[in-house]
């Protein structure tokens, strides 16, 4: 069995700065691609960031660019996701979720939640004024 458990959520000032992780269990992904996605109370579920299985492809929502930063973790199946100058428009639940046997990646992939086979549960992103 597979879970995808997000933590590093809380509440923060805005300006502030989070650090999620992404921690796979139950398998080992060998080719895995892992997307970070988010909801605010009454909003749709939007993409925000994605990397590949070499960590070598990033992707990013135009809103987060240059604020947020994903990563592998170097020997672990652990993805991050630096949040840096967070305002309350990053207020959010924040879900990781992941892309098993990856054949080939796009941004235009990424993007799509039907793209992905796993998700986590999410982690409470709150920041204030």
């Known amino acids: 069995q597979v879970h995808l458990v997000e933590s590093g959520g809380g509440l923060v000032q805005a300006g502030d700065s989070l650090k999620l992780s992404c921690a796979p269990s139950?398998?080992?992904?060998?080719?895995?691609?892992v997307g970070w996605f988010r909801q605010a109370p009454g909003k749709e579920r939007e993409f925000v960031a994605a990397?590949?299985?070499?960590?070598?492809?990033?992707y990013y929502e135009d809103s987060v660019k240059g604020r947020f930063t994903i990563s592998r973790e170097n020997g672990k199946s652990t993805v991050n996701l630096q949040m840096n100058g967070l305002n309350p428009d990053d207020t959010a639940v924040y879900y990781c979720?992941?892309?098993?046997?990856?054949?080939?990646?796009?941004?235009?992939?990424?993007?799509?939640?039907?793209?992905?086979?796993?998700w986590g549960q999410g982690t409470q992103v709150t920041v204030s004024s």
């Open positions: 139950g398998i080992s992904f060998s080719r895995s691609a």
């Open positions: 990397i590949d299985w070499t960590g070598g492809l990033t």
């Open positions: 979720a992941a892309k098993q046997d990856m054949i080939v990646i796009a941004e235009a992939l990424v993007m799509r939640e039907s793209w992905y086979d796993y």
